[in-house]
């Protein structure tokens, strides 16, 4: 195994990639797509089920890990991946975008965020140093800047105000990060859906230096059509001998999307999150599995699906479980979602090692119009 977090850009199809992250915890192929692993564990799969739909990272989230069990205790009992049994890479998020998001009582200075846990009403604090620490803590391999991600709508001269300070704390956390071979820093550009200050954000960014490179502050509730609007030019402002990151991305078209304007990885509580709720998609569209209709129904969600969930039940027995409130049933379901979602990486990548990303985009649409298998 790699000693060195590397990139290794394999083939290009059109502005699509495919490659290879080497980290000393194996190696992730590219386009990759992250499961969420928020509290230490994607909900209701074990990890070797995880990996076996072909996850090759996961993401965890600081904020969630700082409040409880806490950083410390994650470390003083081995790490992260010792903690939850995962050996392959992690990569944690930086605890700004959720501090925003889920806690209480923010005030965010020069120096970083203070806030209450929406867990227990604690108060915390988390800098851009405080940031790098956790992270640290937990052994992430690969590590994101603190930065502030300002909620949408917002005008230009807020969306600047806190790129700029974005900026500040990247160099803070890179200063914080320091120098530690076999993990990786990425920085996240930012600048909303203006095409001058994400120039701006990406320049300050490659001044600094990072192993990787995210596009934050989308799919925060833009919309498709202004999230590809960035993506038509955000990917080609940051360099091409680094993965891109398009962070909380999102429903299937999204992925193919991002994938198709240069982004490598991205990460969203999507599929584990509707398996929950009785939603799957499938090559066929998206299926509500606590519909009547499937009651009777003995045929599989999906008949060319590899997941247990699709070789061993029917969609009779899905939704019974579904509507009886029974475990397996989300634990059926997010197994299935994370198989899909890995297929369509892994059809992704096939597709441009042999040039043929456009054709493979168009049967995966043409795929998801036809719609579900009629009703029997
Ligand atoms: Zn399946």
């Not at 049994?85 to 806690?103: C, E, H, R, Y």
């Not at 203006?194 to 596009?215: K, P």
């Amino acid at each position: 195994m790699a000693e060195k977090f590397a990139f290794s850009l394999k083939r290009t199809d059109g502005r699509a990639r495919t490659g290879v992250i080497s980290t000393p915890r194996g190696e992730i192929r590219t386009p990759a797509f992250m499961p969420v692993g928020t509290a230490a564990t994607v909900k209701a799969m074990m990890p070797e089920s995880v990996a076996e739909t072909g996850a090759d990272i996961l993401l965890g989230n600081t904020y969630h890990l700082m409040l409880r069990p806490t950083a410390e205790r994650i470390a003083a009992l081995g790490g992260l991946h010792r903690f939850m049994n995962w050996s392959k890479p992690i990569l944690t998020d930086s605890g700004g975008f959720q501090v925003m998001s889920l806690a209480g009582l923010r005030k965010l200075t020069e120096e970083g965020v203070t806030f209450k846990s929406h867990i227990d009403g604690s108060r915390h604090k988390l800098t851009p140093e405080r940031s790098m620490e956790i992270q640290r803590l937990l052994g992430s391999d690969i590590v994101m800047c603190f930065d502030e991600c300002p909620a949408l709508p917002a005008d230009d001269a807020e969306v600047a105000r806190a790129m700029r300070l974005s900026m500040r704390w990247a160099e803070r956390s890179k200063e914080a990060f320091g120098d530690r071979p076999g993990h990786a820093l990425f920085g996240i550009q930012q600048g909303g859906v203006t095409e001058e200050l994400r120039a701006e954000s990406a320049e300050a960014l490659q001044a600094i230096g990072f192993d990787g490179y995210a596009v934050g502050g989308l799919a925060v509730g833009e919309g498709q059509e202004a999230m590809f609007g960035v993506l038509d030019y955000a990917p080609g402002q940051l360099p091409s001998d680094k993965p891109r990151y398009l962070m909380g991305v999102g429903k299937p078209d999204d992925i193919v999307g991002a994938v198709k304007r240069g982004i490598d990885m991205m990460d969203c509580v999507l599929p584990s999150r509707s398996g929950r709720t009785g939603q799957a998609f499938t090559r066929h569209g998206v299926v509500n599995i606590k519909n009547a209709r499937h009651a009777d129904d003995p045929r599989p969600l999906d008949e060319a699906c590899r997941c247990p969930a699709c070789r061993n039940y029917s969609r009779a027995y899905l939704h019974h479980v579904f509507r009886a409130g029974e475990m397996i049933s989300g634990m059926l379901l997010t197994w299935h979602n994370l198989t899909y979602f890995q297929d369509i990486m892994q059809g992704m990548r096939d597709a441009i090692s042999e040039g043929r990303f456009d054709a493979w985009e168009r049967e995966f649409h043409a795929g998801r119009a036809e719609g579900d298998i009629a009703p029997l």
